[in-house]
């Protein structure tokens, strides 16, 4: 049946925060899935920085928290934003933003998408 056959026109797109210097070796990522050419999902990771809340932006403006804790002994955390229902409701288009994740006002990761 055609609900077997993969999707060819979604894809999907990983690209690496960049590091602002302020945690050294602090990293994360962002993904993006789209569906014939709709945006479906957005999702940010961040890793190797303090516990703690992480202020997720996009083009400056606030739009979730990224908790950070221990699992196993990694600090992590991650935000995902979806329009199928399910988690943080995507009712913004992150491309061509500014992404940035800040903890207490000062810019740890970012990049321009």
Do not use: C, M, W
């Amino acid at each position: 049946t055609l609900d077997e056959v993969e999707n060819p026109a979604t894809t999907e797109v990983e690209l690496p925060l960049l590091n602002s210097g302020e945690i050294e070796g602090a990293r994360g990522e962002l993904s993006l899935e789209s569906e014939a050419g709709a945006l479906t999902s957005f999702e940010v990771d961040i890793a190797d920085v303090p516990a703690g809340d992480y202020d997720l932006k996009v083009g400056g403006v606030l739009k979730g928290t990224i908790t950070v804790v221990d699992v196993d002994g990694e600090l992590s955390g991650e935000i995902e934003f979806n329009n199928d229902g399910s988690g943080v409701p995507l009712d913004f288009d992150p491309n061509g933003q500014l992404i940035t994740v800040e903890h207490a006002g000062t810019v740890i990761l970012s990049r321009p998408l």
